[in-house]
């Protein structure tokens, strides 16, 4: 009989500890688990991290592009500025003295009813031609100074006889690079076949004066462009931004600052700049000139000036101003006082003998569609894992990021096919219709003296709004602003000034606006480093603004074709100035040895009252025009006549701007609106200095976004315009085993 109570018996009927022995047998292999877990776990995280990092590295690179690509489509813009300047001096000022076809009456002091619209008078051929391409014609009054009996401007339409001055004129000192002149007046008390002499020499200088200063300013604007550009296309893998800093620095800072110590201690990151690639880098251009993905838009203008010839009959004659001495004024060397200074200018009016200098007549750049700009970041990571089996892992991460949203400015033309330097087309696919030809169209040049359409298109012109047919030609421009240039005289406005008395005893002088006087520092002197820097008209005798200067600004105010083109910043002294001048020009742009200058309106040294011409923008140019003191009001002549120029620098803020972080669709409620504008240095409300001047609201230039490789690497892009075709890019990103 078995025994129960036996040890060996009680033993063997006991199930405990079972379960320490099955977890003994599979606590490796949970362990096991466990370490997977951990492992991938932190792969994943390190992952992640590396991918996150990255992203923020190439924004960052992306935002520093987007910044160098603001700052120059802001200083393009000023170039366009510049040239509107130079048209509206050429058109309203130049042919403000007529008064047979002008719309404004000089001697009912009223603008003629019947030609106040925005049209072109086709019943006259002489009035027509008049709108079209005037001949430039300065000497009349209420200009000072002039005596008062004299208008040699006033049969300019059809060149009649004009009357002689009864008194010579007393002709100032205004032409600051030669003082000669101070002397023409004394040597005209003859008769009045040798004041005759002076006539078209007088209008070759100013009209001179004014282009010169305009080849200047573009001249040096476009070589800041050239600057830029070829810092934003410095190499494949790095660029400099505005403050002179190494991008890749910190788009390695901006890396290592956001990984993990794991993958910080094994990170190697490679950068990738588009716009320093081959095929749209500086390589290979020319010497001083934009990167590849810029081309300056070379232009062909013709201006006319009233020449006299004095020989037997007093008589008039149009005459195109060019460098070339066969257009020289019939009597040049018959007014010495005069001739030295037609020398200097004729060296600086034609073009040069290298059409890439940047002094030759340009209206700025265009942007090539087919060089994109953006970022690439790679980075790769082997970070130490607990419990890897098979020891590190190498981790790769890449991101690219676009510019995006902003204009450089209007192509010339509508279409840009692959592999073209610049825009193509015919004389209708220009995007502003009424800029004059550009310099390498042979075929339209050579219509040039055959064809008058082609012979008026040359007079300098702009549009001022998508589909302008007549920008400053039409009956309401030259009326309007007519009447302005006469109303700037405090005589003309109270009416002690009797236009045409005969009596001219008197030489109608003075300090007032309108003044030849004003112009002194152009041609040369306002670039000077002592100069004032200031292109616009200027009382330099009472160091003031003159009157002049405000109808000047309020002609260069941004229109409606400005913002629908270009990217145009409010206040571009405060954000990229001060940057650009104290960074990338002291640092490695050091050997810029141009004149670097701020908006048309900065005047240096100027601190007075309410007026700081030293810190002056975009912003402050709406101000002059809505405030100018007791000047001259220029706020109805705007805003009730011409409705295509804006009227706040708000209505710059037309770049994208997206309803909510998850919502990339552009809010219409923003575009052009500012509900918080930047107020920068404001100790009671400090807010930063942003592009757009604006903290909530509408944008202006580039933003940022993501892009993908296979976006980038498509060849089914169509970015030339609806007739440009399709293709890829000419700076793809690098291959994936490469980058």
Known sequence: MLNRRSTFIQNLYNRKGQVALFIALIFQILFLFFAMVINVGLLVHHKINLQNSVDLAAYYGAMKQAENMNAIAHINYQIRQSWKLLAWRYRMLGSAGEWEFHPYNKTSRQINPAKTGDIIDSSNILGKNFQEAPAFCITYIPFKPMPPGENTCK??????????????PHIAGHQAFSGSIRNASEVLRANALARCRYFGSYNYVMLGKFIVAFNVDQGDRMAAISALSRATSFKEDDFYDLDGQSVKAGIEKTLLNNLTSANRATANMSVFNSLGADGCNAMGAAEGQPAKWLTPIRIYPGFRYVDTDCSKDISTTPKELTGNPQSFPIHKDSVPDLSANIDTLAQFIGYRSNLNDNYNFSVGVEKNPWCMAYTGVSATAEPKIPFSPFGTVKLKARAFYKPFGGRMGPWYYKMWRRGSAMSEGSANDKTDPLLPPRVTDVSALGNIGSDPANDSIRASNYSRFVGDPFGL????MLAYYGQAI????????????????????????????????HWEDIPFNFVKSQGSGDILAWDSKTNRPSAMRILETAAILPDQFDITYYSIEPDFYHLYYKRIRDGYFQGPGK???????????????YKQGSYNFEEFSIKNQYETVKDPGDVVNTNGLIKDQFTFTTMDWKHMLTSWAPKTLNDYSLDTNKLGKCQIPATGSDKNNPQPATSGNCVVGGTTGYSVKMVSSDYLRSSELTLGGEAGGSGPLLNPPPADDEF
């Open 155 to 168: 049969y300019m339409a059809t060149m009649s006889p004009i009357r002689m001055w009864v008194s010579p």
């Open 591 to 605: 050997g810029f040895n141009k004149s670097f200058r701020p908006d048309i309106g900065y005047h240096r040294g």
């Open 486 to 517: 006469y109303n700037l005289d405090p005589g003309w406005r109270s009416g002690s000034v009797t236009p045409d008395n005969g009596n001219g005893q008197s030489v109608y002088d003075g300090g007032d606006a309108p003044n030849f006087d």
């Open 473 to 476: 030609k039409t009956y309401k």
